[in-house]
C-alpha cells in the first residue's frame, strides 16, 4: 500500500527559528511532491510543489527532494506565529493520473 | 479567477436525510477530486474524475455515497441516506492535467444529527 509518513507533532519552534519538517514515501516511482499548509476550520493551501531532486527555494520555504531516500521536507526560515498550521505532504506517484496521496499532517507551533 | 467554489458551506441535517454537496472547479482544469476530512481519519479521496468520467471511486464508503459531474464546471456528492457517522468537512479540489497541482475548495462542514 502506499504510503505517506509524517510526524503528527506539534513541532514548538520559537519566532524566527527555522523549522523543519519531514515527509517519507513509500512508492518509489513516485514523480511529483507537494506541500500545503492548513489553518485550523480551513481548506487546505498549496504552498510547495517540487519535481526533481534538490532543492526549491520560495521566499521563507524551501522544498527538499531526495528521491533515493524517499524523502521529501519543507525548511521555513524566520518563521513566524502566522505560520503556525498544519502542514500536509502530498505525493503523486504517477502512473498516470492526478491522484495524490496525503500524509497526516505536522502541527507546526510559532512560539512568541 | 475563483477558485474552487463549493456549496453549501455548512449543512446540518438529521439521520435518514439526503445531502446533496456542490462544487465547481477551476475554470479549464479537467480533474476533480472530492475529499473528506475528520480528525480521526485525516484526509481520505472519495472520488475522482478526469474530464468527467469517475476514474476512482475506491475511496467510497459504501453504496449510500454517490457522485456525479454531468459537465466540465459542474459536480456533486450525495449522501442517502445519511448517518451521524458521516459528519465531516468535505473538500472538493481540481488539478490540470499539465501539473498535478490540486486547488482545494473552502470545504461543506456535515453535520448529521
Known amino acids: 500500500q502506499k504510503e505517506v509518513e509524517q510526524n503528527s507533532g506539534p513541532l514548538s519552534v520559537p519566532e524566527g527559528a527555522i523549522a523543519s519538517l519531514n515527509c517519507t514515501y513509500s512508492?518509489?516511482?513516485?514523480?511529483?511532491f507537494f506541500w500545503y499548509r492548513q489553518y485550523s476550520g480551513k481548506s487546505p493551501e498549496l504552498i510547495m510543489s517540487?519535481?526533481?531532486?534538490g532543492d526549491k527555494e520560495d521566499g521563507r520555504f524551501t522544498a527538499q527532494l531526495n528521491k533515493a531516500s524517499q524523502y521529501v521536507s519543507l525548511l521555513i526560515r524566520d518563521s513566524q506565529p502566522s505560520d503556525s498550521a498544519t502542514y500536509l505532504c502530498?505525493?503523486?506517484?504517477?502512473?498516470?493520473?492526478?491522484?495524490?496521496?496525503f500524509g497526516t499532517g505536522t502541527q507546526l507551533k510559532v512560539e512568541l | 479567477d475563483a477558485g474552487v467554489i463549493q456549496s453549501p458551506r455548512h449543512e446540518v441535517t438529521e439521520m435518514g436525510q439526503e445531502v446533496t454537496l456542490r462544487c465547481k472547479p477551476i475554470?479549464?482544469?479537467?480533474?476533480l477530486f472530492w475529499y473528506r476530512q475528520t480528525m480521526m481519519r485525516g484526509l481520505e479521496l472519495l472520488i475522482y474524475?478526469?474530464?468527467?468520467?469517475?476514474?476512482?471511486d475506491s475511496g467510497m464508503p459504501e453504496d449510500r455515497f454517490s457522485a456525479k459531474m454531468p459537465n466540465a464546471s459542474f459536480s456533486t456528492l450525495k449522501i442517502q441516506p445519511s448517518e451521524p457517522r458521516d459528519s465531516a468537512v468535505y473538500f472538493c479540489?481540481?488539478?490540470?492535467?499539465?501539473?498535478?497541482?490540486?486547488?482545494f475548495g473552502p470545504g461543506t462542514r456535515l453535520t448529521v444529527l
Open positions: 502530498a505525493v503523486n506517484s504517477g502512473g498516470g493520473g492526478n491522484k495524490l496521496t
Open positions: 475554470s479549464g482544469h479537467n480533474s
Open positions: 512508492d518509489r516511482v513516485s514523480q511529483s
Open positions: 517540487i519535481y526533481s531532486n
Open positions: 479540489a481540481s488539478s490540470s492535467d499539465n501539473y498535478n497541482e490540486q486547488f
Open positions: 474524475f478526469n474530464n468527467n468520467v469517475p476514474i476512482d
